[in-house]
């Protein structure tokens, strides 16, 4: 079945640095990548959707200059937390969806831990 | 817009015992829904899903659900808990966003520990 790697899986970093995470299609083109954020026992939020060779779109609230997302090939979506602040330590899981048949299903990473200290 | 509401935020069960875990959602055209396992410090694992068809759907690991329009509900089942399925679930609906994709709206899912 459909696999998305996500790296690293978890990540300690100091306050003020940068931090980038890594989501690959590993067997299948995703036009289409999704970023969510979790909190602690707190559901999925969608971030940002992140589109192929175009801008992403961000869902309201979360900053864009903050949270770099770049789709630049058909497999690779990056994600990178700028300036990074104690706040911003969570769980960030990214998710696809398979371009063509049984396209209505999002196959998810399995997460990457961020750390702020 | 969608929504998702899964109304028990913790459930206990021993070991055995049958499992129901209640999922409601609220969508204006036909959902396509889903349920989601996570097991602590892990990713999102697919269940099972539901698009069309025969409403009682067969997932992974032994579970099933049961697409019920008339009450906005897609309940998950297990006949009989094993302790490995101590995890959290997540219900989840899918909408269409244009162009060809779909995003999911989550549930804030439950908690489910087995007492051995």
């Known amino acids: 079945g459909a696999v998305v790697s996500q790296h690293p899986s978890r990540v300690i970093c100091k306050s003020g640095t940068s931090v980038k995470i890594e989501c690959r299609s590993l067997?299948?083109?995703?036009?289409?990548m999704f970023w969510y954020r979790q909190f602690p026992k707190k559901s999925l939020m969608l971030m940002a959707t992140s589109n192929e060779g175009s801008k992403a779109t961000y869902e309201q609230g979360v900053e864009k200059d903050k949270f770099l997302i770049n789709h630049a090939s058909l497999t690779l979506s990056t994600l990178t937390v700028t300036s990074a602040h104690p706040e911003d330590s969570s769980f960030y899981i990214c998710?696809?969806?398979?371009?063509?048949?049984?396209?209505?299903?999002?196959?998810f990473g399995a997460g990457s831990r961020l750390t702020v200290l | 817009a969608q929504s998702v509401t899964q109304p028990d935020i913790h459930i206990t069960v021993s070991e055995g015992a049958s499992l129901e875990l209640r999922c409601n959602y609220s969508y204006g055209a036909t959902p396509y829904l889903f349920w989601y396992v996570q097991s602590p410090g892990q990713g999102l694992q697919l269940l099972l899903k539901y698009f069309s068809g025969d409403t009682l759907v067969q997932g992974i690991k032994g579970f099933e659900a049961e697409f019920k329009r008339s009450q906005s509900s897609f309940n998950l089942r297990k006949p009989s808990v094993h302790w490995s399925d101590a995890a959290e679930y997540f219900c989840a609906v899918a909408a269409y966003s244009g162009a060809g994709s779909y995003q999911l709206t989550f549930g804030k899912g439950t908690k489910l520990s087995v007492i051995p």
């Open positions: 998710s696809a969806r398979e371009t063509g048949v049984g396209a209505n299903v999002l196959t």
């Open positions: 067997d299948f083109q995703a036009t289409t």
